[in-house]
């Protein structure tokens, strides 16, 4: 929107037409417009920054909904599933980094999205059914997602690791690389991240150094990252639009991810209304019952830990 002014012309018409006006009254006059017609710049100057403003925040917006792939990390992601495996599963996840923005998913389960028929080329893995969006959808946002039911926990990206540096030097993927640790709701992570790749980032939600970070590992050893690839983005877009994501806290999710593997058949009613009953099939085609187990998420809240209670009354421990 711009005001345009002339105010010179608009006096000088004024002035020929009213001649009987003393040099007193024109004086008035001229200062009269003279002030009028700062007002109208200031607002015009005024309007244009607004506009300035608007398009910057709908560009950022935009940017933020959709990104263009500069750089792919490929990852070997070892992850304890349930408590009660006596081993790690594998999945092969990929770290899209664009722009302004990232996505972390699985390889494996990207490609069952692509292909309604067939199985994935990644023989002896296992899918991790998460997703994490770094400034998506909006700049200065961390996004990570669970499936089935696209359970989405959203949180400021900004200080969400307090990393300390730590002496220990590696080479991981051909690249040298730094140490450091943090402590994050529960668990305790070191990592290895490279100078080389001046982007702050890396697998799942970790990020903050100063360099992209090619190997993680909690103190258990439940969770592990192994960099095996790094490339030059093919120029793919990702975007995020997952508008109807059932949002809920950290502390939510985690008890979400407890029910399902303790009583899946509750998750699922839960996340899908209306279901009355479901069947399992296993490789065979073999119909089976869920049986219990203890999820091992990545995020360790001791309110969803507490001792079950019974009859009202906390179960005390045997001595």
């Known amino acids: 929107m711009r005001f345009i002014c002339a105010p010179t012309r608009l006096k000088m018409t004024k002035i020929n037409k009213c001649k009987l006006f003393a040099n007193s009254d024109r004086q008035a006059l001229s200062e009269f417009f003279h002030t009028f017609a700062a007002v109208i710049l200031t607002i015009n100057a005024f309007m244009k920054k607004l506009l300035v403003m608007a398009m910057a925040f709908c560009a950022v917006y935009v940017i933020a909904q959709t990104d263009k792939t500069c750089l792919s990390v490929t990852y070997n992601a070892y992850y304890l599933q349930y408590e009660e495996d006596d081993s790690l599963s594998w999945d092969i996840a990929r770290l899209d980094i664009g722009d302004y923005s990232s996505r972390y998913y699985s390889l494996v389960g990207d490609w069952y999205v692509h292909h309604s028929e067939g199985k994935a080329p990644y023989p002896g893995t296992k899918i991790r059914d998460d997703e994490v969006y770094k400034n998506m959808p909006k700049v200065g946002q961390i996004t990570a997602m669970h499936w089935p039911g696209k359970i989405t926990v959203h949180g400021s990206i900004q200080h969400l690791f307090e990393w300390q540096l730590v002496d220990g030097d590696s080479v991981v993927c051909e690249y040298p690389c730094k140490k450091a640790q943090t402590t994050f709701r529960g668990r305790t992570w070191s990592v290895w991240y490279t100078l080389e790749i001046p982007y702050s980032d890396g697998p799942w939600k970790l990020c903050g150094l100063p360099g992209l970070i090619m190997y993680a590992k909690d103190n258990e050893g439940k969770f592990i990252f192994d960099c095996v690839g790094v490339e030059k983005g093919d120029g793919h877009t990702f975007t995020y639009n997952y508008k109807k994501a059932t949002v809920v806290s950290p502390e939510r999710a985690e008890e979400l991810?407890?029910?399902?593997?303790?009583?899946?058949?509750?998750?699922?009613?839960?996340?899908?209304?209306?279901?009355?009953?479901?069947?399992?099939?296993?490789?065979?085609?073999?119909?089976?019952?869920?049986?219990?187990?203890?999820?091992?998420?990545?995020?360790?809240?001791?309110?969803?830990?507490?001792?079950k209670r019974k009859n009202g009354h906390q179960r005390k421990k045997k001595k």
């Open 257 to 307: 991810l407890i029910l399902e593997a303790e009583d899946n058949d509750s998750y699922y009613k839960l996340i899908m209304p209306g279901l009355k009953s479901m069947q399992r099939y296993d490789k065979n085609g073999r119909p089976y019952k869920w049986k219990p187990q203890t999820a091992v998420p990545y995020e360790v809240f001791p309110q969803n830990h507490k001792p």
